[in-house]
């Protein structure tokens, strides 16, 4: 079983507006509001590709009533810890540029930390699970790494698709993938990370450090996966992005998704690039109709 954690849930209220003004009221032309949160969208794109996952983190108030049901409407199976204040709303103002608000996370309790572990010390050698996303403040800062120190002792393999300290302190724990941009994984190093070539060095590098599977999307430059036995590199045409949401969620659900079925690496790093592409350039997240289309436009060299 495929288990994702989000430790800070949202509503994401997206608005689209012609063009934003300081100081001025504005007209909404459309408006869309869905749970976010990295690990709830990892499960959303599992469950369209046909995958089962569980979600788990924590929600409170009228926001986290309406996570809940959107997860239930969508087939997703959660088990959230309830929390007293209101999960987070975020704001995404959509004009001539993408603006982006986030909300005030609400108080986690030891209380409902102490539950997490306590539904997390359940899984087993034979799951997966996915820590992704931002820390609230009332949450340990190194969470994922004390987490991933109790997994390792149950053999459970983790994806930590975090940044900065986050990711620096749990490295050691030698998580089964990490999924950097090129701009995280340069600031992992204090270096830039600009080329193909500059992403192999440094996801060698991560591997060093603890990682056993590292892919590196570069934007429109393509995306690299290394591990101690492959190097690849991906490029595909460039597209017009009009979605910045999900897009590295989706890579990481793509892997899941085909590694868990019997996929030898590179199939599951070209599966992970196509989701994280077509999510990209669509307005919502990818489908297997889009991801098919998309796959031959991929090329994959080995380095």
């Known amino acids: 079983m495929i288990y994702t954690v989000t430790m800070n849930p949202s509503i994401d209220y997206h608005v689209w507006i012609k063009t934003m003004v300081e100081g001025t009221i504005h007209q909404a032309q459309k408006e869309w509001k869905t749970a976010g949160g990295k690990g709830i969208n990892v499960s959303k794109v599992l469950r369209n590709l046909g995958s089962v996952s569980v979600a788990l983190g924590f929600v409170g108030g009228f926001t986290g009533s309406f996570i809940r049901q959107q997860l239930d409407q969508d087939g997703i199976e959660h088990r959230f810890i309830p929390v007293t204040q209101d999960s987070r709303m975020n704001i995404k103002i959509k004009a001539e540029r993408e603006t982006d608000l986030s909300g005030v996370s609400p108080l986690i309790p030891k209380v409902a930390i102490n539950e997490l572990m306590d539904q997390l010390d359940h899984l087993t050698s034979d799951d997966f699970l996915v820590l992704a996303g931002s820390v609230p403040a009332s949450v340990p800062a190194d969470i994922y790494r004390i987490i991933m120190q109790r997994m390792n002792q149950l053999g459970v393999r983790v994806i930590l698709d975090a940044k900065g300290a986050a990711l620096d302190n749990a490295l050691a724990e030698r998580p089964f993938l990490i999924k950097p941009n090129h701009y995280e994984l340069g600031e992992l190093f204090g270096a830039s990370v600009e080329t193909t070539e500059e992403a192999v060095h440094y996801g060698r590098r991560a591997l060093d450090l603890g990682a056993t599977n590292v892919i590196v999307s570069m934007a429109g430059q393509g995306a690299v996966f290394v591990n101690r036995e492959k190097a ?68 994959i060299t080995e380095l």
């Open 232 to 299: 690849f590199a991906a490029q595909f045409p460039k597209q017009q992005a009009v979605n910045s949401i999900g897009a590295g969620d989706s890579m990481v659900a793509g892997f899941l998704y085909a590694y868990t079925r019997g996929q030898q690496v590179k199939e599951a790093f070209q599966l992970a690039v196509a989701a994280g592409s077509t999510t990209a350039i669509s307005e919502g997240f990818c489908t297997p109709e889009k991801i098919e289309a998309f796959l031959p436009h991929i090329t």
